[in-house]
């Protein structure tokens, strides 16, 4: 069973302050995890985690990663401004982006972040736009397809991003005769994958990678940015991925491969978005309409335009009804949103407790790819977020859009 991080009873006290639907975060779960990741690659030195600001990107828990020693990964314009919003500057910034317009890279240089470069094409293109810093990141993209134990995991050969092999050699020596001095090689290989396996191989890829390259370009590769990717349990029967394992089967590997590569003094990046912040959010709704025709349906005061991922990927989140975790599950309902898109639908053939209106519905695990996914289908207005802090008060910390907002880009 998935038990929520707060009460019915905390909840409704929330719901008298705050009117529903809005995603409240989780301020304990957030830091006692980010400190279990950190103590997991606490063997070396370098270690940082550059958070991925696409999948949460709130000021305030920015700044609570920030204070728990994470850098900001980010891919706009906008990301570097919120990054420098929280006085996250300089090497603190990775930027990982593709398809860059030159403006992005303008800033990028100007907040003095660490540029991930998508294609060897971009090393002219930001020479001409913003110059060429003296440390810098080429994404690798090896193609193919990656599996861990004979499952695939995802297809490389199919994905837009990062260099080749043979480009990447290419790229190193240019950019080295354009002045870099310190080079880091960052890959992203698949996504919301739940395996201790996932990190250690692509770790293993990036390593002999970098040694291959240190080798034929005698570039200084001081750091291996292992990227996002490690998943969350979002079903019950699910397990977390244990980060402690995951560290130290990477600590193995890098002892290896990169110990007897003259390596040992790079360090380890990691730009995890979902692995933060995913299982420290939630969508909170109010059930406001109940309908019987062929099938039983639960309407929401939310909808897609709060959570995307069911309707985009066909996501499993998990649903609690708050007050009823101990009935039985004996009712089999569609629990859905208010768009005019049929695919508008939280669940699907979920079984649930019956469900009253007025009941207040728990999407769990929306912490990460939530609220930033959403959008302004049907006019509809994206909700509130709230932070549940530590020491239990509650602070909002982005109002719900209001009409006005809706109406500000028009020219009437
Ligand atoms: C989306 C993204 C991440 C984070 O991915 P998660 O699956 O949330 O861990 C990290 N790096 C880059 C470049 C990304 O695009």
Known sequence: ?????????????????????????????????????????????GFKEYFAVKATPNPSILSILKEEGCGMDCSSYTELLLSDMIGCRGEDIMFSSNATPAYEYMKARKLGAI?????????????????????????????????????????????????????LTEGFLRLAELGVKAFGIHAFLASNVLSNEYYPLLARTLFTTAAELKKETGADITFINLSGGIGIPYRPEETKADIAKIGREVEKAFNEIMVPAGLSDA?????????????????????????????????????????????????????TVMGKENRPNDCKYDITGSLCENNDKFAVDRMLPKIDKGDLILIHDTGAHGYSMGYNYNGKLRSKELLLKENGDVKMIRRAETVEDYFATLKL
């Open 267 to 319: 360090a380890i990046f990691t730009e995890l978005g979902r692995f933060m912040l995913g299982p420290y959010g939630c969508l909170v709704s109010t059930a406001i309409h109940e309908k019987h025709i062929y099938k039983d349906y639960i309407g929401l005061d939310s909808c897609a335009a709060d959570l995307m991922r069911p309707a985009m990927y066909g996501a499993y989140h998990h649903i």
């Open 115 to 167: 540029i991930n470069l998508d294609d060897i094409t971009h090393i002219e293109y930001l020479e001409k736009a913003a110059g060429i810093p003296e440390k810098i990141c080429c994404r690798f993209n090896p193609g193919g397809v990656f599996s861990i134990s004979n499952s695939i995991m995802d297809n490389p050969g199919e994905a837009k991003y990062g260099f080749t092999r043979q480009q």
């Open 1 to 45: 069973m998935k038990k929520p991080f707060v009460t019915h009873e905390q909840l409704k006290e929330i719901v008298k302050r705050y009117e529903t639907p809005f995603h409240l975060y989780d301020e304990k779960g957030i830091r006692e995890n980010a400190r279990a990741l950190r103590d997991a690659f606490s063997w070396n030195k």
